[in-house]
């Protein structure tokens, strides 16, 4: 009876301190589902779904991963421990998935810029959707690496996920700001894809991707309220993800990156 008192105590324990990592993958995935709503839910619901292969497979990974990280708040928000370590190995094969063809989706837009004579500004872009999969990459396996120290984990995974939620903002932003809400045509696919203007300049996806890393400094913020001091892991995981951003800018400007994207493209052909 004791013994039942406190595991039940202990679970409800488990469920207040994990509240808070549940609500922020739902707002995690309702940034990803509103910001990609009106380039591929719509047209999709519309029955015009995506006709390039890649970032078909590509939307549907990354969106599965938010959803993948409502169940497992909740799981854990449950004090449902073993299931969600039992479930973590689907998130290990979804983010491997999620890398390879976030790749394929990078170098498939380098094609298509070479295909409408911007070779030169899609080697350029390239570098935004790889340096999110390589920051969604090493965040993940440090996560990995941590997980049988939860308080690492979890703001591990968080910032993870927060990682990858550039393009998702930067589209509403595309379309209803830039476009005044009136994209043109689609022309052969749905999204921005298939709008075939060239890619914008790497600065001009800087705003969305720091909007995007404040849902790590919402994690910095609940720290600081409830346990008055910011964990490690937040300034380790939001330092890297804030440098990757900075340097991806004149980086993509080098010849060395222009000849890495040019590699890619050519090894897909």
Known sequence: ?????????????????????????????????????????????????????????????????MVFGI???????????????????????????????????????????????????????????????????????????????????????????AVLLDAAIARPFIVYLVMGGHPPPFQGTVGLAGFNNPPPPVIGVLPPALIALLFIVAGMVRDWRVLNKVHPAYWWAGGFALSVQLLKIPFSETATWHGFARSLIALAR
């Open 1 to 65: 009876m004791v013994a039942d008192t406190i595991a039940s105590s202990g679970r409800g324990a488990v469920a207040t301190r994990t509240r808070f990592y549940l609500w922020i993958s739902v707002a995690m995935a309702a940034t990803a589902f509103l910001g990609f709503a009106p380039t591929f839910w719509i047209p999709l619901a519309q029955g015009v779904p995506e006709r390039i292969g890649v970032i078909a497979i590509h939307g549907t990974l990354f969106f599965g991963w």
């Open 71 to 161: 169940y497992q708040a909740w799981l854990i928000g449950s004090g449902n421990v073993v299931r969600h370590r039992d479930v973590g190995m689907i998130g290990v094969s979804l983010a491997t998935a999620m890398v390879i063809f976030g790749v394929l989706a990078a170098i498939n837009s380098g094609m298509r810029a070479n295909a409408i004579n911007a070779g030169a500004a899609g080697e350029a872009f390239m570098i935004v959707p790889l340096s999110a999969m390589l920051s969604f990459a090493v965040l993940v396996i440090a996560a990995i690496f941590n997980i049988r120290r939860a308080e690492w984990h979890k703001r591990l995974m968080l910032s993870a996920t």
